[in-house]
């Protein structure tokens, strides 16, 4: 009896070290590091997945449809590009020249109550996204970005929720060249940023946790790390004056790859852990944008800073959160 146990027990012991001789670093590796990402490569077509079909100002103004698609990888895996967009309401506009005149003076009158939890408490918020944002608060959905590609507007957004307030952020720089991060007829790429503020007190800032979920365009992926989050600071792109490049894009943009991550789907309640997300990064406002949806309105958003992650270029879906235990004032 006494033998059988003892040689169970030796045989179970090389068994074990046979294991962790056969593929430690592969089991180490899935255990401590976040998932790698999925590539594709190349452009494809997409269709209009935004709240306007065309301006009808007649105000002169640089507009793109919002588009989506879907690239297919390797693996057969397929990817919404740039991103998913949610099939709720549109926020108000505070700044619209496309559909409306520009500044929108009775724009606070518009505003109408997302209730999240009936005993919370009332807050508004202001939010300017280059180019696409979807607001989601204590896990609900607020309110989406009307324009989601260009030109750029500026919304207000109200909802009633009981603290601890979690705010959550889905931001996204859209493309015109669908799954290359790449935009107009001159394969700029294009640079994300987003700011709110809430009445409060929250506002975008270096508190917030972000993490990306689509890097575009990419010459080799292998420039990612994923040790520290999904971290694309290593990737080659260039800041130029009239359109940032990348080195794939100028040589032939079908070569352009994407790296993509499964965005969890429970990444906006309030229980979701962001502990491998990392600090999100403030740009100056003349980082981001000029334009007047922003400018003209700045003072709406305080103190707040412009947030993103470590990469304003090439990081294309932004996921951003913050908890608020309760309000700043
Ligand atoms: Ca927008
Ligand atoms: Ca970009």
Redesign the pocket.
């Known amino acids: 009896m006494r033998t059988t146990i003892g040689i169970g027990l030796v045989l179970a012991l090389m068994v074990a070290l046979l294991e962790l001789g056969g593929v430690p670093g592969e089991v180490a590796a899935v255990a401590s590091q976040p998932q790698r990402g999925t590539v594709t490569t190349g452009e494809v077509s997409g269709t209009n997945c935004g709240v306007v079909a065309a301006c009808t100002s007649g105000l002169k103004v640089n507009f793109n449809q919002q588009t989506c698609g879907t690239v297919t990888a390797a693996d057969g895996s397929r990817w919404a590009v740039p991103a998913a967009v949610h099939a709720g309401p549109a926020a108000v506009d505070v700044y619209n020249d496309c559909t409306g005149p520009g500044d929108i003076p009775d724009y606070m009158s518009q505003v109408k109550t997302v209730v999240v939890d009936p005993d919370g408490v009332e807050v508004t918020g202001h939010v300017f996204a280059d180019n696409y944002y979807e607001l989601y608060v204590n896990g609900t959905f607020i309110a989406k970005d009307g324009m989601g590609m260009t030109p750029f507007n500026s919304t207000v957004v109200r909802f009633r929720a009981k603290y601890p307030i979690t705010y959550a952020i889905k931001a996204v720089?859209w493309?015109t060249h669908l799954g290359i991060?790449l935009e107009y007829d001159r394969y700029n790429?294009?640079?994300?940023g987003v700011i709110a503020h809430f009445s409060d007190g929250t506002i975008t800032g270096p508190q917030w946790k972000v993490e990306t979920f689509y890097i575009?365009p990419l010459g080799d992926p292998g420039c990612v790390t994923t040790t520290s989050g999904h971290d694309s600071t290593a990737c080659q792109a260039e800041k130029r004056q009239g359109g940032n490049k990348a080195p794939c894009g100028l040589a032939d943009p079908k070569t352009c790859s994407a790296l993509h991550f499964a965005i969890p789907g429970n990444w906006a309640a309030p229980g979701f852990n962001d502990a491998s997300w990392v600090r999100a990064t403030v740009y100056p406002a003349s980082d981001v944008t000029a334009t007047p949806g922003y400018v003209r309105h700045a003072k709406l958003f305080g103190p707040a800073e412009f947030i993103w992650t470590r990469n304003l270029?090439?990081?294309?879906v932004v996921l951003a959160r913050h908890t608020v235990p309760a309000p700043a004032r």
Request: hydrophobic share 35%.
């Open positions: 720089d493309e991060g790429v294009g640079d994300g575009a270029l090439l990081d294309n």
